[in-house]
């Protein structure tokens, strides 16, 4: 099974002297995950089948958010979550 999703960070990058760059991350975007039916197993299909059932019967206002991807904005308090899992998600190529 193959399940593809994609993290968008946006960031803001300060100049501060000849030898400095300060780089402050805004806004973060999740997109709604894709899955890809072929090669989703047998056994699974019915549970897909179930949450696609679910995530239509959403109100609307939930269904166009997750569908234009859900937006965090980046507080200090998330600040190191994202640093770790950037570095980490870089780590992996």
């Known amino acids: ?9 946006s960031s803001k990058l300060t100049v501060e ?37 679910t995530l239509q019967q959403l109100p609307a206002l939930i269904k166009d958010t997750l569908a234009s991807g859900l937006r965090i904005p980046l507080s200090k308090l998330l600040y190191p979550f994202f640093i770790h899992l950037t570095i980490f998600r870089s780590n992996l190529h």
Do not use: W
């Not at 099974?1 to 960070?9: A, C, G, H, V």
């Not at 000849?18 to 890809?36: A, F, Q, S």
């Open 1 to 9: 099974m193959q399940i593809e999703s994609k993290i968008i960070l």
């Open 17 to 53: 002297g000849p030898l400095r760059l300060k780089e402050e991350y805004v806004e973060g975007m999740l997109e709604t995950p894709t899955v890809i039916e072929e090669a989703v197993p047998e056994q699974l299909k019915s549970a897909l089948g179930q949450a696609a059932t």
